[in-house]
């Protein structure tokens, strides 16, 4: 059985550094095809693609966040780590990490958290 | 403002057919796949359909989904008080070379 559990702060300063952790289980991030992702969502409004990254370390961004963002595995704590630097009110948002499924879908989800950013 | 457009909303009574439309571009739809989330308030999204028309297992066929051209439509078939939700379309862009989502639609099963 799959699961994924984000964790991290839930008030961020503003021009801070926003770090997450993705804590999963049920797969293994060294098998070959393996994916996890993130997403978020602000409140009330769509989900936001913010990127993957891959059993082989590879990654891939959102463009639009590219310059601030990274996402960091360690594989033998079934962990991926999500840095999001110089934070602003438009990061508000509930932060997903998921499963990849296919190309472009996730079928695992964590719960979320919402990550508000605030003075 | 999203990428891909969908209706705010849309509404059908219990037993009845709906479906939803998700319209984009060349850039997107057009040339790639389209999945489909359902997600109820406070809760992560759930894939529905992915690679436009696959319904992962333990979606039952009463969803269904297809795509033309640029644009792609989510189906329902007996529709029930549960399936009342937000759904929302996505797909990869090529321009943007980024995975992008549409605004999302709230079913009201009347």
């Known amino acids: 059985q799959i699961t994924l559990k984000e964790s991290g702060p839930t008030l961020v300063q503003p021009t801070q550094t926003l770090t997450l952790t993705c804590t999963f289980s049920g797969f293994s991030l060294t098998k070959s095809g393996v994916a996890v992702g993130w997403v978020r969502q602000p409140p009330g409004k769509a989900p936001e693609w913010l990127g993957l990254?891959?059993?082989?370390?590879?990654?891939r961004y959102s463009p639009s966040l590219k310059s601030r963002l990274t996402f960091i595995k360690d594989s033998s704590k079934n962990q991926v780590v999500l840095r999001l630097t110089n934070v602003g009110p438009v990061d508000t948002a509930t932060y997903y990490c998921?499963?990849?499924?296919?190309?472009?879908?996730?079928?695992?989800w964590g719960q979320g958290t919402l990550v508000t950013v605030s003075s | 403002q999203s990428v891909l457009t969908q209706p705010p909303s849309v509404s059908a009574a219990p037993g009845q057919k709906v479906s939803i439309s998700c319209s984009g571009s060349s850039s997107n739809i057009a040339k790639n796949y389209v999945f489909w989330y359902q997600q109820f308030p406070g809760t992560a999204p759930k894939l529905l359909i992915y690679d436009n028309d696959k319904r992962p297992s333990g979606i039952p066929d009463r969803f269904s989904a297809s795509k033309s051209g640029t644009s792609a439509t989510l189906g329902f078939t007996g529709l029930q008080a549960g399936d009342e939700a937000d759904y929302y379309c996505g797909s990869w862009d090529d321009s943007l070379n980024t995975v992008v989502f549409g605004g999302g639609t709230k079913l009201t099963v009347l």
């Open positions: 998921a499963h990849r499924h296919s190309m472009l879908d996730f079928d695992f």
């Open positions: 990254i891959f059993w082989d370390d590879d990654k």
